[in-house]
């Protein structure tokens, strides 16, 4: 009887390893609360000398700029190395209320909070967040 105890326990704890383990980091982009928004800022390069620039979205163009991102598609992991650019590039990052702030970039891999992912539609939305200024 112990011994299928055993199993039972060793069955369960993987079952809710799995689980718990489907990190979907489409509904970080899906779920953001536009109330709670503080402030979204871009920074940014564009590869040439001086090519620096930074500058903040304007609250009536929140809602949008979170319609937007609630239509990323976001495939699998991808390795840092691979998808790092070498040219320009540009970071989103969002400042809520609560203090907590999520950090992105649109580019042809979609990086969130420190991991790459192929960008599925990419090519539907490829230029669409610079529309936001």
């Known amino acids: ?27 970080k982009l899906q779920n953001i609360e536009v109330s709670e928004i503080e402030k979204i800022e871009c920074k940014g390069n ?13 609250k009536e163009n929140y809602d949008d700029f979170a319609d937007l991102l609630g239509r990323v598609k ?14 320009a590039s540009k970071f989103f990052t969002l400042y809520f209320k609560d203090g907590q702030n999520l950090k992105f970039s649109p580019m042809y891999y979609f990086y969130l ?12 939305l490829n230029g669409s ?3 936001f200024r």
């Open 113 to 124: 909070d420190g991991t790459y992912y192929e960008f599925e539609n990419y090519a539907e």
């Open 46 to 58: 564009t590869g040439g000398k001086d090519g620096s620039f930074s500058y903040c979205i304007p």
């Open 129 to 131: 967040f610079g529309e």
């Open 74 to 87: 976001l495939g699998k992991k991808v390795d840092r190395n691979s998808a790092s650019s070498s040219g």
């Open 1 to 27: 009887m112990r011994r299928y105890f055993k199993y039972l326990f060793v069955a369960v704890f993987v079952v809710c390893c799995l689980s718990g383990c489907k990190n979907d980091p489409e509904e």
